[in-house]
């Protein structure tokens, strides 16, 4: 007895920490591995290049050469990044660096494209204004060492020079230098910028060789993508999205990839969403495994003070205290399929228990799960955001309720558990793998106890699985594609997945039609595509994806073709990753996606199906 109080005040304090012990030597020695070389590691800005583990970085600013408007934010343009103006337009970005592209559309009147190479353990950098207004402009590179590194920068000649305890790299331009005085911190070059110019470190180059070195990297990145055959436009968009929001945690010392760019100042550096990394990690295994790893080992390793895999993290190790859909044994199980490493199982599988175990000690009322909140009088809001679906209609009418010392839902969610059934599914497998047998017990114990629960939602009237409110033991009547999730777990029976499919996915009045799946059924009142009120979502799609797998294959295909189409045509059309659809009028214009981030990683999802499909997973 004594022993088991002091193994929980032990685990309870690591909990506080965020940590339930040191990092194996088998992860430090993988993050020390993975986090070299130069590549885009700054969120501030796309045009930060930066050099691990040096932490060197320099950023390519822009400033008009003639006066602007006092209060102009875009006057010294230093931080560029994807927003909803369209100025940014994201062209290419191997998911490792070695080759980018961006075209910045319409500042000052200038369209100005920016590429790089990597040439072993240099780098080098082609400017080229493909359109010119009146407003002339100089481009300043500006340089520095990153995360309090250590080093200083020098100003000698027409060059840079970053010097470190180790070694001194230069920073050169084939530009024509403007002597211009200009309020940075350290040294800096300025560049007169009306013709193409390189940035190059390492041995002297031309701007021949370097626009060489350019062509070669693109060729390189256009073959690689050719391999995909018909699918090859989204595999370039898989990669740039995924490539450009790829970032280093200087805290923790890890590649991960947060949603988008644009978010992480306000976040304090970067933020990871638990089942939006996860599925960034899915992405990242489509052709890159040590990425993919990274971002699924951070995540599960992630175990707030009451167990869960936490909802965000934030640096400094900040995590919250409650989490967001069980996704994570699907996706680390995936990647164990396709890369067959046992170690990757191992890092990950003690946070992936940990958090199974969490659902059913913190988030059960009246022996389902529900959504909640990890602490007294939380807001229905607070639910909402667990759940990951923050607008849905099937939340309107939600109250709280105490358990414990837990707030939740008086709702029982059918998505929910039926993705807790397929994380106890799938851990077992890798609990199998990993010869852990007991536990293979008791995840399928608990498989059988709610994949009973899920059944008993089920409604004869209806023809499909229903959420319950608890309190008065009736059904309610908002119809939502995660009514569709018992299919992913192969928990209906065989007729009941027929009246599913014929009663609600094939109605076009709920689901069914050229733009699929809206989030929330067309004939709802609520349904107007503004968040998950409508618009079509990667994550939720792939869901029904993997459920249609198990009972409709031709249905399943489908699904993949037409989300694959809505995918790549934003992609042609906008250099877009949507994070979100709109089920009424599809990727046309940008300006109809409601309230839409325009380069979200997981949107990304939308393709991935139809790369399953053809065997490219």
Request: proline share 4%; with cysteine; glycine share 6%.
């Amino acid at each position: 007895m004594l022993f088991n109080r002091l193994s929980f005040l032990i685990f309870f304090l690591l909990g506080i920490l965020g940590i339930q012990g040191q990092d194996s030597p088998a992860y430090s020695n993988f993050n020390d591995q993975l986090a070299q070389g130069w590549n885009t590691w700054n969120y501030e800005s796309m045009l930060s290049h930066v050099l691990l583990p040096q932490g060197l970085a320099f950023n390519i600013n822009f400033r008009p050469s003639v006066l602007g408007t006092p209060y102009d934010t875009n006057y010294h343009y230093n931080k560029i990044t994807v927003d909803k103006t369209g100025r940014v337009r994201p062209q290419a970005h191997t998911f490792d660096g070695s080759y980018t592209d961006v075209i910045i559309d319409g500042w000052k009147g200038n369209t100005i494209r920016v590429q790089s190479a990597q040439i072993n353990e240099n780098i080098v950098v082609l400017v080229e204004p493909i359109t010119s207004s009146s407003t002339t402009y100089f481009v300043e590179l500006q340089a520095g060492f990153l995360w309090n590194h250590t080093g200083h920068i020098q100003k000698e000649k027409d060059q840079l020079l970053a010097i470190t305890a180790k070694d001194t790299i230069s920073i050169n331009t084939t530009g024509s230098i403007a002597e211009n005085a200009r309020p940075y911190m350290a040294s800096y070059l300025s560049i007169n910028s009306n013709i193409p110019f390189g940035v190059y470190t390492g041995p002297s180059q031309t701007l021949t060789q370097i626009q060489k070195a350019i062509q070669v990297a693109k060729e390189a990145y256009e073959a690689k993508a050719e391999a995909y055959g018909e699918l090859a436009e989204g595999y370039k968009a898989a990669q740039s999205v995924l490539g450009w929001n790829t970032l280093y945690d200087a805290d923790l010392n890890r590649v991960v990839s947060p949603v988008t760019r644009g978010w992480n100042e306000a976040w304090q550096g970067f933020v990871l969403f638990e089942w939006d990394t996860y599925f960034a990690a899915l992405l990242l295994g489509l052709d890159h495994k040590e990425y993919a790893y990274s971002n699924a080992m951070a995540v599960s390793k992630g175990v707030n003070r009451y167990g869960a895999v936490a909802f965000t993290q934030q640096p400094r190790n900040q995590l919250a205290d409650n989490s967001q859909p069980p996704v994570g044994s699907m996706v680390c199980w995936k990647l164990y399929e396709k890369y067959q490493e046992t170690w990757f199982l191992e890092e990950v599988f003690d946070g992936l228990l940990s958090w199974n175990r969490w659902w059913v000690n913190n988030r059960r009322n009246q022996g389902y799960l529900t959504w909640g909140a990890s602490w007294p009088n939380a807001n229905v809001q607070d639910g909402r955001w667990e759940s990951g679906l923050d607008n849905s209609p099937m939340y309107e009418e939600v109250e709280m309720q105490t358990v414990g010392n837990n707030s939740l839902f008086n709702l029982a969610d059918v998505g929910l558990n039926s993705l807790y059934v397929m994380d106890c599914q799938y851990l077992q497998k890798i609990a199998q793998a990993l010869g852990k047998k007991e536990i293979v017990k008791e995840l399928r114990d608990r498989e059988k106890e709610y994949t009973k629960k899920v059944q008993s939602l089920w409604s004869e009237e209806h023809g499909i699985f229903l959420n319950k409110w608890l309190q008065s033991n009736t059904f309610s009547n908002s119809i939502s594609p995660t009514l569709l999730y018992p299919l992913i777990a192969g928990i209906p029976t065989q007729k009941q997945a027929q009246t599913i499919l014929k009663k609600h996915y094939f109605n076009p009045d709920e689901f069914y039609g050229t733009y699929m799946i809206p989030s929330i059924a067309r004939n709802d009142a609520a349904y107007n595509n503004d968040y998950w009120r409508g618009a079509i979502w990667g994550p939720m799609n792939f869901l029904v994806y993997l459920g249609l797998k198990n009972y409709d294959d031709k249905a399943a295909k489908q699904l993949a073709s037409q989300s694959y189409e809505l995918f790549e045509e934003a992609w042609l059309k906008h250099r877009y990753v949507f994070e979100n659809i709109n089920a009424e009028k599809g990727v046309v214009a940008s300006d109809d996606q409601l309230n839409c981030d325009p380069y979200y990683h997981w949107g990304a999802l939308m393709g991935l199906m139809q790369f399953m499909e053809l065997g490219h997973y």
